[in-house]
């Protein structure tokens, strides 16, 4: 009975205790700008921890003991703010909370590494973190100028490499995955990445994994991640413009420059800034003009944002031109009513219409900045994307539900920005020997006498220089590039159907036809038929998270890829179904553990395996990737990591199945070639430090990565009727017997196995004089071992090669991948005061250890060797001062350093000014054969906020 008692009075006075408990609620708000932070804990220590968190609107409510507690609050991202509350026996009090934004660089926050928000000191792997405020800095075009002056980041022709991991696959195939808010800006055809799409004018934070993210990410993310995340409206109604203009002053070598006062008045641009004949009038040198304007505000419970942004670009090489008009935005519902709950749904909208072009050979060494007739190529494109989501959040329980989808549509087509060159003009640059055409006409062709001597032989020397001395009889005034355009234009009209007569000494029986036919064309540069795509993308993320400091993220992605090859007459279709799973674990408060695996099928077209793999000798038709990593705090501001991750990439469907043209140079498919795949192992530590009003970070990693069936392109001749590489002379002959078509260009294939290590250390931070007055700078240097596992087994093998038209791999036989330096150096660092900022960049880079064998061959050779090679590179690559490409290139191989340097002033609250000359120095320098660096430039840029 006493026990019952006992049992009703101890109930009793619970009770009471639950009803009259005290209370404390308020809001709790950013101390900067007063926006309401939602999911902002509060707890207190009283026989355990106890706690609530913040609603979508920063509210809170928690019931408190009586008497004393030390309330602590805290969010990702802010300093931790400890109250203390005494508070009587059924008080009810009401507290507002401002929390500042920390200080600490090692406390940003970033969702990349893990696809939840988690603080930078605790990830696991080598990022690199971008704010809006450094991106604003630079005044960029497009994100990539920014992305150039972080550690171990390089873009070569718009394609993004990561400590060495990609070379250069001129636009097609990247290794990289580049995200916009979690989902990919890459081409579904090709797997090129389209920066035009990023809305330079909206971005709040860019993260940059480094190192495989295939598990989280999926294919492309072999090399790493680079995640643009997207500002997102506040309290207050935001609008900025920003209208800028950058002019290209003259190479350092004068005579390079292919424009002149007559360039504008004769309308020889493809594209045209829409100020150039009023505003910029006076300015006879290559411009480029932006305008961008971003909106945002909630209206009620709706967060809306837009942005357009118009950008022109006549290029300082001729033909190498860009002009994109983009509109986007984002429509956000915020459920109300939710309580601790977080439910928003909405989508995002971005269309974009782009005319561009760019060229990979040049016309000659003494013509650099102007483009071989074989790449009179440009684009034209629009391509729109829809993304829904749904977002819900359950902090009582932990747990997130995740949707993401996409619809996107691209159409393009190629087309020419400039008449090629008529057969008429052609021939009289060269000088043609009127008489000579009409002896052969005639029957007389003794003039190829010394071709046939040569034939006869058959000793490839005597075949050359026969034909030269033919060709000087007929076109005595010839260059290089006259060839060029002669062959060009011959590639575009083809020849005569019984060419072939010509090797048996006659002459073909329509010759006469023919030359009627391009002396007298009724035909203009027709524009091709548009490709179009179609790409449907599904994505599902659910998370829970305990109080322990487990937590999982697991999902499921599915992605289908319709494509409509105008060119080609084909339709390829692809499906991509996906499942993926991670667990991350907090121990101690000091060590933080996060292991994932995915599984994932790919098929294309018929080709339903493309993604098997073997597991314990039995085949299945997925291919399964792993992830793991731990993070450990050794002291308040150090930090040790290691991590292994798998990553893969899928071939695209132009990598596999087209004929594309790119910038004039051929893509030729590779039906056989295979998926690459590989793992990245990396360790490293962070330290943090602060002396005096000096703070900042040092990160020092090693890293290990290796790639199995790695895909590189291989330049060479090709025949376009069967899309096969020419690799003998009885080859070539066959093809010009058969009147087939040749084309210059490059083929995908699988080189087994690369190695790249290295090490990199870099640090990033602030040194305050005053509260006016600071010091911000990031420095970092990365050495990077880029081999080719296998070089000797295919040195052996070339050195066997007895045809002069075998094309070999590389430029040389050294150990190194191609397109690959050892060594980058980069800075970039802000003096600011007051309203006054001075800055700038320094980008140091070691030479490029190879390159493609087509364009030069750096092995030794024996004196008066003769090359068949050499001549066609001569002919397709120029001569000229002098100089081939062999020598341009040996000449500017070397190591080569640019500085930037920029001012600016905020004149009033809205707006502010700021002046730019990038490559200060007017360096000349290449990135890559027939590829000069932009010389110095001149910008001037405006924003205005209101």
Known sequence: MKKQIYLIVSFLLLTGTYVSAQTLKGHIYDAGTNEPLAGATVTYTLHGKQGVVSDINGAYEISLPEGGVDLIFSYVGYDDMLVPIVISRRENMTKDIYMKE???????????????????????????????????????????????????????????????????????????LVLVDGMSTLSPKTGEINWNTVPLENIEQVEVIKGASSVLYGSSALNGIINIRTARPGL???????????????????????????????????????????????????????????????????????????????????????????????????????????????????????????????????????PSPFTNMGREANNIHIDPFFNYVNPDNGTSHKVKGRFYYSSDNLAEPTQGASITDILGNMGTDAQQIQNIVNGDLSILDPLYQGILQG???????????????????????????????????????????????????DLVPWLSGVMNPTKNNARTKQDKCYNYYLDYQFNKKWDGGAQITAGTTFEHIRYNSAVMGETHNSDNVALFFQYDQRFWDRLS??????????????????????????????????????????????????????????????????????????VYPNYNIQPEKGFNAEIGIKQGYKIGNLQGFL???????????????????????????INSIPGALLMLVMGQGFGIGAQFHNVSKAEIYGAEISTTGAYNFNKNTKLVYNLGYVYTEPRDADYKKRNAIEDAYTDPLQMKEKSNNSKYLKYRPKHSFKASMDFQWKRFNLGG??????????????????????????????????????????????????????????????????????????????????KEYSYRPMALGAPRTFVVKMDVTF
């Open 593 to 666: 553990v996060s292991a994932g695996v995915r599984a994932e099928y790919y098929r294309v077209n018929e080709h339903y395996r493309e993604a098997e793999s073997t597991i314990f000798g039995t085949k299945v038709p997925f291919r399964p990737v792993f992830r793991a990593g731990l993070n450990y705090q050794l002291a308040d501001y150090s930090f040790l990591r290691a991590s292994f991750g798998q990553g893969y990439r899928n071939p695209s469907i132009t990598e596999k199945f087209l004929r594309k043209d790119i910038g004039g140079v051929g």
């Open 699 to 725: 990160d020092v990693a090693g890293f290990y990565t290796q790639y199995k069936n790695m895909v590189e392109f291989q330049f060479g001749l090709f025949n376009n009727a069967n899309n096969q590489m």
């Open 236 to 370: 207050t109604p935001q609008s900025r413009f920003s209208t800028y203009v950058g002019i290209y002053d003259d190479p350092k070598n004068e005579s390079y420059a292919y424009s002149d006062n007559t360039f504008w008045k004769n309308d020889k641009y493809p594209v045209e800034p829409i100020f150039r004949n009023s505003l910029y009038n006076g300015i006879r040198k290559p411009i480029y003009e932006g305008f961008d304007f971003s909106h945002s505000r909630r209206i009620g419970n709706f967060d809306v944002s837009g942005g357009l942004n118009l950008f022109t670009d006549e290029g300082y090489r001729e033909q190498s031109y860009n002009k994109r008009f983009r509109a986007g935005g984002n429509l956000t519902y915020h459920q109300p009513d939710m309580g601790t709950k977080f439910m928003n749904y909405g989508f995002n909208i971005d269309f974009l219409s782009n005319k561009y072009g760019d060229f990979f050979i040049w016309r000659s060494p003494a013509e650099p900045y102007k």
């Open 841 to 922: 960049n320094v980008n140091w880079k070691s030479k490029i250890l190879a390159v493609d064998y087509i364009m030069l061959d750096e092995r030794p050779k024996e004196l008066g060797e003769f090359d068949l090679m050499n001549t066609i590179r001569t002919i397709l690559f120029g001569y000229g001062n002098g100089e081939t490409l062999a020598s341009y290139w040996k000449k500017h191989n070397t190591d080569y350093c640019t500085v930037d340097l920029r001012m600016g002033v905020k004149a009033t609250k809205e707006v502010a000014f700021q002046f730019m000359v990038n490559n200060l120095f007017n």
């Open 102 to 176: 920390s200080t600490n660089l090692l406390q940003d926050v970033v969702v990349s590494a893990g696809r939840f928000e988690q603080k930078l000191s605790d990830v696991t792997v080598s990022m690199n973190v971008l704010k809006a405020s450094d991106i604003a800095r630079q005044a960029p075009t497009d994100i990539t100028s920014t992305l150039q002056t972080l550690p171990g980041v390089d873009i070569v022709d718009k394609q993004p490499s990561i400590r060495g991991g990609g070379g250069w696959t001129y636009s097609v195939g990247a290794r990289s």
């Open 459 to 509: 000793n490839v020397n005597d075949i050359v220089n026969g034909a030269f001395t033919a060709l000087e009889k007929v076109f005595p005034n010839a260059t290089t590039a006259d060839y060029c355009d002669l062959i060009s234009w011959v590639m575009n009209n083809g020849l005569p159907s019984d060419i072939g007569a010509v090797l048996e000494g006659k002459i073909p029986s």
